[in-house]
């Protein structure tokens, strides 16, 4: 069974750089879309952006400028950069892979970043 | 942006009823439509994709129906384990979106 794991630091200060790792384990990263996606408190979802292993992105126009998606085949994982945060910015975020289809059939646990001084 | 737009917001439901929620875009998506359920402090999991079709593993009690515009989930006897929120998405352009969300609670 695909597995995805969210990693990286659950608090940064506005202005600086949100950065998450997600680690695919149990299925291979290759030939596949992989997704970031986000759920403010008490809020729905939003996808934030995908990336195909080849390393293809899509971003959502909303967050292009500051947003960065990047894979690394070797280590089996991809990546976010979110850059010049707010507090708007304070969310779960989810890594997940996207079905070419056009759903996510895995997705990891969450990891809720909180943007504070 | 396509906006996905469910109703209700919430609804009350008892174990055994028959439920039904609604999901309408603000164009034609053909049928590129998901449902998925989410449980407090989980990650959303899918129940449905191309608007009708059941993802393995998810009980035959969940279908979906719809194309175009208007695009319904149903849950034809509710269990215990079905009292969550609801979500629909689009997937016909991107950015990729979803729905507010429905809330089914006893």
């Known amino acids: 069974q695909m597995q995805l794991q969210e990693s990286g630091p659950g608090l940064v200060k506005p202005s600086e750089t949100l950065s998450l790792t997600c680690t695919v384990s149990?299925?291979?990263?290759?030939?596949?879309?992989w997704s970031w996606l986000r759920q403010a408190p008490g809020k729905g979802l939003e996808c934030i952006g995908y990336i195909y292993s080849g390393g293809d992105t899509n971003y959502n126009p909303s967050l292009a400028s500051r947003i960065t998606i990047s894979i690394d085949t070797s280590k089996s994982h991809f990546s976010l950069r979110l850059s010049s945060v707010t507090a708007a910015d304070t969310a779960v975020y989810y890594c997940a892979k996207y079905d070419s289809t056009g759903f996510f059939p895995y997705w990891g646990q969450g990891t809720l970043v909180s943007v504070n001084s | 942006d396509i906006q996905m737009t469910q109703s209700p917001s919430s609804l009350s439901a008892a174990v055994g009823d028959s439920v039904t929620i609604t999901c309408r875009a603000s164009?034609?998506?053909?049928?590129?439509l998901s449902w998925y359920q989410q449980k407090p402090g989980k990650a959303p999991k899918v129940l449905i994709h191309?608007?009708?079709s059941l993802y393995s593993g998810v009980p035959g009690r969940f279908s979906g129906s719809g194309s175009g515009t208007d695009f319904t989930l149903t849950i034809s006897s509710m269990q215990p384990e079905d009292f969550a929120t609801y979500f629909c998405?689009?997937?016909?352009?991107?950015?990729?979106?979803f729905g507010g969300g429905t809330r089914v609670e006893i």
């Open positions: 149990g299925g291979s990263i290759n030939n596949a879309y």
């Open positions: 191309t608007a009708s």
């Open positions: 998405q689009q997937s016909y352009s991107t950015p990729l979106t």
């Open positions: 164009q034609s998506i053909s049928g590129y």
